[in-house]
């Protein structure tokens, strides 16, 4: 683990590079084993998000009340997050993977900087950002997980993201289980089918 231009992370070499961004809460070290469920043999850099909430809840960035972010301060730490995958792993293909707030960096990162991921998995993300003009994120593989009975993400905002990529021309896998905020087994797997069919092969940075 170490800290380098401010983030601490955890990186791991390999082909390609999952960029794991944890929950409210979470830190750089409890996604590892997720990551490694999800592709074996991938590299991995793990980022701890910078922003500190009420008792010390890390989140990667701010926000006004439950579902109602500080937009200013969520495209100034989007921005930051892309300038530095792109700056640490400027050879590789970047697969963003994020869970609740972290998945909400990573489609934000991914919206306002598409060269920043290849492609992304967001797990019980929300609508956090609508671009104007639409990016360009034609072929790029964006695989959105959510829970019909989660209770921080509605279903129809879900669906509304999902929208959203498409719109911008990505090649969209909208993915609703039965479950709650937390992705499942059965997601985990489906989450590990998808990685291999778009991202096994250790491409070039799309």
Do not use: C
């Amino acid at each position: 683990m170490n800290s380098s231009d401010g983030f601490v992370e955890v990186y791991v070499p390999g082909k390609p590079m999952l960029v794991l961004l944890h929950g409210t809460g979470g830190n750089e070290r409890e996604f590892l084993e997720f990551g490694k469920m999800l592709m074996p043999g991938a590299g991995f850099l793990s980022l701890l998000g910078k922003e500190i909430e009420g008792g010390g809840v890390t989140r990667w960035f701010q926000r006004r009340a439950e579902g109602v972010f500080d937009m200013e301060n969520l495209l100034f730490r989007a921005r930051e997050l892309a300038d530095y995958v792109v700056s640490r792993l400027p050879a590789a293909t970047r697969i963003g993977v994020g869970f609740s707030n972290g998945a909400n960096m990573a489609s934000t990162a991914m919206l306002l900087r598409p060269e920043a991921f290849a492609g992304v998995a967001l797990f019980s993300p929300m609508v956090a950002y609508e671009p104007d003009p639409m990016p360009n994120l034609e072929g790029k593989p964006v695989l959105i997980v959510s829970g019909q009975r989660d209770m921080m993400v509605p279903v129809e905002n879900a669906e509304r993201l999902a929208r959203l990529f498409q719109a911008a021309k990505a090649d969209v896998n909208f993915v609703l289980h039965p479950g709650g905020h937390n992705p499942t087994p059965d997601t985990v797997r489906l989450a590990a089918t998808w990685l291999s069919d778009h991202f096994g092969s250790g491409a070039s940075q799309v």
